[in-house]
């Protein structure tokens, strides 16, 4: 199965009882995937995100320090679910993988720009898809269709109706058929003028000859 990456949208305090949500996205799907963090954890990830510095190193300097040291993130991603937790491996570059928190994963793809990915079966199960109208009152967040997919419908809708029978494909296979029998688009559109005098339109024949 292949691996999804997943975009992240942020940590949300989730009223009423000001629990933290941090919010990842699976675009394809149309769903997302929410992650549940401890008000400690959470807080520490916001505080990192929004570029809070402390006077002495947190424990998220010295993970990105000692990564760092191993040569950078060669991915990071979920391999597992039980029991409401995420067990994330954090692969370095010489291919170690190293297993981490959610949270503290968060961290390290964030600040080495490496995205957090999943394999699409695991995501299948614990991804969920959530209404406009919910997004907004839950998150007060709003996802725009897809690009692609929007483009893909438009493009669809432009091809269908400017073919004459509704099948672009079969319209561009007749017109290349007829063009290699010598069938010219204007021999199908005539002026009646132009038929009405084709006795006296002048022509080559096979030899390069006029002919009247």
């Not at 394809?28 to 963090?37: A, C, F, H, S, T």
């Not at 950078?72 to 010489?94: C, L, P, Q, R």
């Not at 688009?185 to 009646?192: K, L, V, Y």
């Amino acid at each position: 199965m292949g691996k999804i990456s997943l975009e992240f949208h942020g940590i949300h305090v989730m009223e009423p009882e000001s629990e933290l949500c941090a919010l990842m996205r699976w675009v394809e799907g149309n769903r997302i995937l929410p992650v549940w963090l401890s008000q400690l954890e959470g807080a520490r990830v916001m505080q990192r995100l929004d570029g809070y510095s402390e006077t002495r190193p947190t424990t998220h300097d010295l993970l990105i320090e000692l990564i760092e040291q191993l040569g950078g993130v060669g991915s990071i991603e979920i391999v597992n679910y039980y029991e409401g937790t995420f067990m994330v491996d954090i692969v370095d570059a010489a291919g170690e993988a190293h297993d981490a928190k959610l949270s503290d994963a968060l961290v390290v793809s964030e600040h080495f720009n490496v995205p957090i990915t999943v394999e699409k079966e695991l995501l299948s199960k614990v991804a969920v898809f959530v209404s406009d109208d919910d997004m907004d009152a839950y998150f007060d967040f709003h996802f725009d269709p897809p690009a692609d997919d929007a483009g893909e419908e438009v493009a669809k809708t432009s091809s269908s109706d400017s073919s004459a029978s509704g099948n672009p494909q079969a319209d561009a296979d007749f017109e290349a058929m007829m063009r290699s029998l010598g069938v010219s688009e204007e021999d199908f559109f005539e002026t009646e003028d132009k038929k009405d005098s084709n006795d006296t339109r002048v022509t080559n024949d096979d030899n390069g000859d006029e002919e009247v």
